[in-house]
Each structure stands twice: as structure tokens, then as C-alpha cells.
């Protein structure tokens, strides 16, 4: 029989047989970050909107929207309601959102929980892909860091336990195929390009920011394929079959209820003129909206939903074109702003400073990862330059914000795990003079 001294002992190492298991563990990770999110919900009350400009906080002009359908007024008021039919925001998101307002509630606490933890569900599920695109483009080691990091950083979470929007949405999108495009030589038949054309047609109706890094994605599955010597001129024919398919009936839509072709939302040209115009400064001219704006809330309602945007967008072309070089300094400002976080006063005078160098870090961090893992040729390694190169260049012509960045934060977090976990090695390796005494066996 074993000594109760004995059963001590191999506590310690039972607890690391276990925390090896854990630690490994896809599922667990995933459950883990899943876990904590819903806990600061929970105990951050994060469910609580404030009501006091009408419950807009609630989703913004997606809530709007979702409250219009759940309401039985169609797809339309992203501002107030009444406003008539819209295309100011892609569909997909909204629908979600007013299927929970139907069983929940429009507005609701319970719809706001809801809401927050399918956000986490999404948040939370993004562990998977970055684990496995990390270990097909670094290893083992990078992947497990990289998975944990993305379930315990506060700065992931906040986006899905305080935003109803399809921000963690959009994040797990990218990551999933960003995978599939890595991975698409490896893969055999139809169903690779099939599910490659659908996760980009659900892409294209969640954000369609995301399209910019479509390109890229399918040159590549197409070249990688290539070079093994697959034939995949078909199957690209039917991922843009299977893409199209998708995105069609809300084309329709949109032509049907506007009578021109929108190509699922219409709004780029006020979102242009947000950063460009009198006092334009690199960031979010907030006060034009019309959210914020009652004059402009009240063009866009006498004008219509069309006309207010071609408005706006004349508007910001004739201020670009007067004057080019102050349009590039504006570029350039929001390039730094996009990748070190926009000014913004706060109180106290010092968070905000704080937060953004933070947010600078983990920026250079990525490029200076990016760098080092096309010097050591990693495979993939031009997919992520070309992600971080497409991806935020639109934010660089109108406006910067932090939660612009979060759809690519995974494959920034892949980065900056990989190379603090080069920089681990180099610190632990033993230098050559130490390393030609040992093998000498001097001290």
C-alpha cells in the first residue's frame, strides 16, 4: 500500500500531468475563454445599455435596424424610427440581432445577455482557428501560447462582452479562412472551394470591409494549389458560384427597394465624408453624423437614404481635391491611428495616452513578428503581410477606430507570440563561449 507521504508527493506531479492535459487542450481553452467572458458579463453588469439616448448605445444603427424588424417595419431606421428602408449596414448581423429581439425582447436585459454571450460564443471559438493556423505556420509551442493569449487577454474580451455589433464576429470569419486559404492545398474535391465560397459570401454579408482580403486569399489557395500541380481553375469557378449565390438575394433586395444596383451597403460615401472635410484631423468627425447631428439627421430624412449619401460623398471629393497633400497627411495620420490608437480625452488625462501605447505595442510587435517570419521564410508568412497590407488600407481613407483593428487582431496575436517566443529561445540559448567550455568540460 501506498504511505500517505507517498500519496502527497505525487500530487505535484498529478496536478502537472493535468495542467499539461489543460494546457493542450483545445477544449478547454476554448471552454476557459468562454467561461470568463460570460463571467464579465456577469459581474460587469455589461448587459446593462444605458436608455438614455433611446436605447442607441443598444446596437447602434444595427440595433435600429433589428428593432425595425422585430417590430414588423422591415429592414430600415438605422438612425430613429420611421426612416424608411435601408442598406446602410450589411444584413447579416442585424438579422441575428432581431431574431434574439423576437424571443427576448426588443431592448430587453435578457436580449443584451443574449446578444453579449453569442458575441463570446464567436470570441471564444476564434481560439481554434488561431491554434491551428499557428501551428502550421510556427509550431506547437506558438499555437498553445497564441490560443491562451486570445482567451485571457482583457483587451480581446472587451469587444464581445460590451459591443453588440459584428465585430468578434467578423474576427472568427478572418480566422477561419485565412485557415482554409493555408490549408486549401492540402485538400482534395469540391467541398474545400465550396465551403471556401460560402465562408466569403457570409464574410461579404457580415462586414464587407472583409472583402479587401479576398484577393489575396484566393490568388493564393490558387497558386499553392498550383504549384502541387491540383488543377483549381474549377474550383475557384465554383467558390465565386457559391459566393455570388449568397450575396444575390440581398442584391435583390437592394435593387428592388432603391431601384439601383448597391452592392449590399450604400453608406461609404458619408463614412468618407466622417474623415474628410473642414477640420478633418485624421479621426472621427463623430459630431456629423446623424446620430449626433440633428441637422444632418434631419438632411438625411428629407433627402432620403441616397441622396444624403451622395451628398456627403460630393462633399468629401471636393475637399480631397483641392488639396492632395493635405488629403496624404490626413492618410498618413490615420495610418499612425489606426495602428496606435486615435487621440482622445479622457478622464483621468492619462488613460487614454496609456491604452494607446499598449495598442502601439502590440502593433509593433506584430510587424516586427511579420518580419522575422518572412526573413525565416515560415510557410504562410506572405498571407499574413498581405492581410495586415489589405485589410485596414479603406480605414486609412476615411477614419480610424480601435474596433477596426479587431477582425485581424488573431493573426496579430500569432505574431506577437511567435516572436516573444523567439525572443525566449535567444535569451535561453547558451552563448558560444559557454557552450565550447561545457563541451570541454571546464567550468
Known amino acids: 500500500m501506498n504511505s500517505p507521504s507517498a500519496k502527497i508527493a505525487s500530487r505535484p506531479d498529478m496536478l502537472l500531468a493535468s495542467w499539461v492535459r489543460i494546457r493542450a487542450s483545445l477544449a478547454w481553452i476554448v471552454a476557459i475563454a468562454l467561461l470568463l467572458r460570460i463571467g464579465w458579463i456577469i459581474l460587469g453588469h455589461t448587459y446593462r445599455f444605458k436608455t438614455a439616448d433611446a436605447n442607441f448605445s443598444f446596437g447602434w444603427e444595427m440595433g435600429r435596424i433589428a428593432a425595425s424588424l422585430a417590430s414588423g417595419h422591415g429592414y ?31 431592448y430587453s436585459k435578457a436580449s443584451a ?22 501551428r502550421r ?41 485565412f485557415w482554409l486559404a493555408l490549408t486549401m492545398e492540402d485538400r482534395n474535391g469540391w467541398r474545400p472551394w465550396f465551403g471556401f465560397g460560402l465562408l466569403w459570401g457570409i464574410a461579404a454579408l457580415n462586414s464587407t470591409t472583409l472583402l479587401s482580403f479576398l484577393p489575396a486569399a484566393g490568388l493564393w489557395a490558387w497558386y ?31 435593387y428592388q427597394t432603391f431601384g439601383r444596383f448597391i452592392f449590399i451597403r450604400d453608406n461609404f460615401g458619408a463614412e468618407l465624408r466622417l474623415g474628410n472635410g473642414p477640420g478633418a484631423d485624421g479621426t472621427w468627425m463623430e459630431y456629423l453624423h446623424p446620430a449626433q447631428d440633428l441637422y444632418a439627421l434631419r438632411q438625411y ?14 462633399q468629401a471629393l471636393d475637399y480631397i481635391r483641392a488639396d492632395y497633400p493635405r488629403f496624404a497627411l490626413l492618410c498618413l495620420k490615420r495610418f499612425v491611428y489606426y495602428w ?15 491604452k494607446n501605447l499598449l495598442f502601439l505595442a502590440s502593433s509593433v510587435l506584430t510587424f516586427w513578428g ?72 571546464l567550468p
Open 301 to 314: 430624412q428629407a433627402m432620403g437614404e441616397l441622396a444624403y449619401i451622395a451628398l456627403r460623398k460630393q
Open 137 to 177: 505556420i510556427f509550431s506547437e509551442k506558438v499555437a498553445v501560447g497564441s490560443a491562451w493569449a486570445w482567451a485571457l487577454l482583457p483587451s480581446v474580451m472587451f469587444w464581445c462582452v460590451r459591443w453588440v455589433w459584428e465585430t468578434s464576429l467578423s474576427a472568427l470569419l478572418v480566422a477561419v479562412i
Open 113 to 134: 445577455f443574449v446578444l453579449l454571450s453569442m458575441n463570446s460564443v464567436f470570441s471564444a471559438l476564434t481560439c481554434v482557428p488561431i491554434f491551428l493556423i499557428a
Open 370 to 441: 511579420l518580419g522575422r517570419a518572412l526573413r525565416k521564410r515560415k510557410p504562410g508568412a506572405w498571407l499574413l503581410f498581405w492581410l495586415l497590407l489589405l485589410y485596414p488600407a479603406v480605414y486609412y481613407i476615411v477614419f480610424p477606430a480601435l474596433r477596426y483593428r479587431h477582425p485581424i487582431e488573431p493573426e496579430m496575436t500569432i505574431l506577437c507570440v511567435f516572436l516573444l517566443t523567439e525572443a525566449g529561445k535567444r535569451a535561453t540559448a547558451p552563448r558560444p563561449d559557454q557552450s565550447s567550455k561545457h563541451e570541454a568540460g
Open 76 to 106: 430600415g431606421s438605422p438612425f430613429e424610427p420611421g426612416t424608411g428602408p435601408t442598406a446602410w449596414e450589411p444584413p447579416l448581423y442585424p438579422y441575428l440581432t432581431a431574431g434574439v429581439f423576437l424571443l427576448f425582447g426588443i
Open 340 to 354: 496606435a490608437g486615435p487621440p482622445k480625452a479622457t478622464e483621468p488625462w492619462w488613460l487614454n495616452p496609456a
Open 224 to 254: 499553392r494549389c498550383a504549384q502541387r500541380g491540383k488543377r483549381s481553375l474549377a474550383g475557384i469557378a465554383l467558390a465565386s458560384v457559391v459566393f455570388f449565390a449568397c450575396i444575390a438575394p440581398w442584391l435583390i433586395r437592394d
